[in-house]
């Protein structure tokens, strides 16, 4: 990426961090962890394990995915089901992943055994609270396309999962992201966002993209003269490939940031979407503390999946 692109793509970030966007960071910052006890009769939600070696060391994480339908949506939206107006359809889902991060020396994630009843009602917050709260932001980083990213994440929720008929939870931090999944032919790459796994979008993958680079620096000797592709697909989920059953999702993340901690803002920045299941791998770069083009920056292997709970 040359020089001009870089310094491009930084000014975009400075602005879109300006303002109410820090404000945002400050206010889910001060937010007390609470708990979230994963179970529930209407949704489906899967626990995934995933692992790689970097440098010789094993890394691991934990995502927990809830899927639910999407009468969240359209009760939240007030119109009717299947209007483009309002920018949901009956056929979109809701996902929430909570990816359970690593400690920082082990390279590890620890689940401990706890006792629910010992966990005040203020420390708990119902799976449902959750999900309505999945919607309301996302529809509202939709209304504010395209900067507010942290919008749709956060990291004051620790996720309670009962396995073997005992429960557990986890001291490392979590990362909760909300996305909009769905099967839309959608063409350009352009009407991606940052929040919506499109499973039905023509590919544009890295490859394209530098491809695209190359053909337009031929077409366009001139900078002057060149459009600014790098410009419109900053920060935008693409459909980078479909296999059965699992399609990969890139994005290109920001790297100007001045509010701690960054990954609210660039969450996972690439992920391997599952239907039926949810995320079964990420990247997570800045919790890793890398930059996005780090040759060690790589998808983590799916090593589990388990279904905790499932509609009848």
Known sequence: MNLLIRAALLWFCFISLAGPAKEAIGQQLIIRKSYILLESAKNRITYVRT???????????????????????LHSSGEDADSRLNGFYPTDKLLVTLAVLPDEQTGQVTWNLVNIDTLSSRA????????????????????????????????DWQPIIKRQGRYYTTPNQVLTEYFLVRRRPVWFPGTADNVTLNCGAQPFAPADFAALQKRLILTFPKLADRPFVAGEIIVRLHLASKAPALYTFWSIPLKVF?????????????????????????KYPDHFHMSYDNGYNTFFDTVSIEVLTSPK
């Not at 690439?270 to 990420?282: H, Q, R, T």
């Open 258 to 282: 001045d509010g701690p901690p960054a990954i609210l803002y660039f969450g996972a920045v690439d992920l391997k979407f599952k239907p039926g299941i949810g995320v079964i791998s990420g």
């Open 51 to 73: 692992q790689r070696t970097r440098l010789g060391k094993p890394e691991q994480v934990d995502i927990v995915n809830i899927l639910a339908d999407s009468t969240y949506f």
């Open 124 to 155: 708990r917050v119902p799976l449902e609270a959750v999900l309505r709260n999945g919607v309301e932001q996302l529809v509202a980083y939709k209304r504010q396309l395209p900067v507010l990213n942290m919008l749709t994440r956060r990291l």
